[in-house]
């Protein structure tokens, strides 16, 4: 069909940004939620048939009962499951106490920062849309997104890290990747990298002779070069 045209065309505009497969991963899982739940619920096919009733819609869908595929036909059988085993009449009580707890947590409301993530990616599709001239209007132009209680970062102390970095070489003292291992702990906390960007890290990113990684890390940030730390001093 073609709204799952367009979703493989955002997809690879976002494969040309250079997003993470992460991102990219989690984009294309939460649009083919949506997509799926409008066809469902409300037979839609044509892209430029979506209104903003629908889609906060599927906002409210996602406040109070999650996702709408979520893990799909597995999590609708695992529902079924659970339910039998709390409405027999077996007496164990400890196994209805908790199949209980096990669908509470299947049915349980996405947080407002996946929310808030979900509906970027919806908002972002949308853009994508009218943009590219695949349709007249953007239905998401305002809705709002829910906000986020920011929350102080927790921090490891100095010699918590020390700690870390030398239980590396003691769990691997005879490994031939010993050094290895403790040197992508190095990179992570000196560099502050991500792991994704870790992983991503060549041999000619890395300058030897100042200690210094080359070339753009990340998008919009560090733009010529990220001083790798060495023994505490830049």
Do not use: W
Not at 60 to 75: D, E, I, P, Q
């Amino acid at each position: 069909q073609l709204m799952d045209k367009y979703l493989q065309e955002l997809i690879l505009e976002l494969r040309l940004e250079n997003r993470s497969i992460n991102t990219i991963y989690n984009y294309e899982l939460s649009l083919k939620d949506y997509l799926e739940y409008l066809k469902t619920e409300y037979k839609v096919s044509d892209i430029n048939k979506i209104t903003k009733s629908q889609v906060r819609s599927y906002l409210r869908l996602l406040s109070k009962n999650g996702s709408f595929l979520f893990k799909g036909k597995k999590r609708s059988k695992q529902i079924t499951t659970i339910r039998k085993i709390i409405n027999s009449n077996d007496d164990n009580s400890f196994n209805s106490e908790k199949a209980k707890k096990k669908l509470e947590k299947l049915e349980k409301p996405l947080s407002p920062k996946s929310i808030r993530r979900v509906m970027s990616s919806v908002k972002r599709f949308h853009k994508f849309l009218l943009l590219s001239d695949f349709a007249k209007e953007d239905p998401t132009s305002d809705i709002v997104l829910p906000k986020i209680q920011e929350k102080l970062p927790e921090h490891l102390r100095v010699d918590e890290i020390e700690k870390i970095l030398n239980n590396v070489l003691v769990k691997f003292n005879n490994k031939p990747f010993k050094l290895r291992n403790r040197a992508i702990c190095e990179l992570l906390y000196g560099c502050g990298l991500r792991v994704s960007e870790l992983c991503n890290l060549k041999m000619g990113n890395i300058l030897f002779t100042s200690m210094s990684l080359k070339g753009l890390i990340r998008k919009n940030l560090y733009k010529n070069y990220r001083i790798i730390k060495k023994n505490g001093n830049k």
